[in-house]
T-cell receptor, first 114, second 114 residues
Framework: DTGVSQNPRHKITKRGQNVTFRCDPI?????LYWYRQTLGQGPEFLTY????????KSRLLSDRFSAERPKGSFSTLEIQRTEQGDSAMYLC????????????FGPGTRLLVL | GDSVTQMEGPVTLSEEAFLTINCTYT??????LFWYVQYPGEGLQLLLK?????DKGSNKGFEATYRKETTSFHLEKGSVQVSDSAVYFC?????????????FGAGTRLAVHP
């Protein structure tokens, strides 16, 4: 158990619909990261938070994607007007602020856009 | 930019065989290096890590040595078990300071047969 939970574990939606995913890390991890993993590939960085501040966003994160971390605890990732290309596993990871510190991953949310 | 290259899978071995999964990286300075493992139906788990040249990370019988001169971090295990069947990801965190973004290789699937 890494102490990071994600919900839902699976989501099937139709193209054009909005979806929201949630990540809950244990409280002592003040950094939170979102990654996306497509089939046969390694995870790719999307964005990260330190406490409630979103400090970096990848170019992979189009305007249809938005992430929040109110109060520096749980985080949500919303995708608006989903496209088939958004189908992937969305991973949340948590860690501390020490240089090059280990990140602990949740089980992921698998999204399928029909 | 920084990147990680892993040998392509799948790697198929018999139980008790010797395992090597090659990993090389491109990065400036001194990145930290990681191996993560993803068992079927589960999230990414940290297997081992090394933070400076010549360091050896080890866990559960797996080892990897940080080789600065060859920019490599090959994963080895002397005797694999069926339970080691999983996808293995090599990754790095650049030493550029900032937010500890993980950069992953594409992953190598290992299948161990009795």
């Amino acid at each position: 158990d890494t102490g990071v939970s994600q919900n839902p574990r699976h989501k099937i939606t139709k193209r054009g619909q909005n979806v929201t995913f949630r990540c809950d890390p244990i409280s002592e991890h003040n950094r939170l990261y979102w990654y996306r993993q497509t089939l046969g590939q390694g995870p790719e960085f999307l964005t990260y938070f330190q406490n409630e501040a979103q400090l970096e966003k990848s170019r992979l994160l189009s305007d249809r994607f938005s992430a929040e971390r109110p109060k520096g605890s749980f985080s949500t990732l919303e995708i608006q007007r989903t496209e088939q290309g958004d189908s992937a596993m969305y991973l949340c990871a948590a860690g501390g602020t020490a240089q090059q510190e280990t990140q602990y991953f949740g089980p992921g949310t698998r999204l399928l856009v029909l | 930019g920084d990147s990680v290259t892993q040998m392509e899978g799948p790697v198929t071995l018999s139980e008790e065989a010797f395992l090597t999964i090659n990993c090389t990286y491109t990065a400036t300075g001194y990145p930290s290096l990681f191996w993560y493992v993803q068992y079927p139906g589960e999230g990414l788990q940290l297997l081992l890590k090394a933070t400076k040249a010549d360091d050896k990370g080890s866990n559960k019988g797996f080892e990897a040595t940080y080789r600065k001169e060859t920019t490599s971090f090959h994963l080895e295990k002397g005797s694999v078990q069926v339970s080691d069947s999983a996808v293995y990801f090599c990754a790095l965190i650049p030493f550029s300071g900032g937010y500890n973004k993980l950069i992953f290789g594409a992953g190598t699937r290992l299948a161990v047969h009795p």
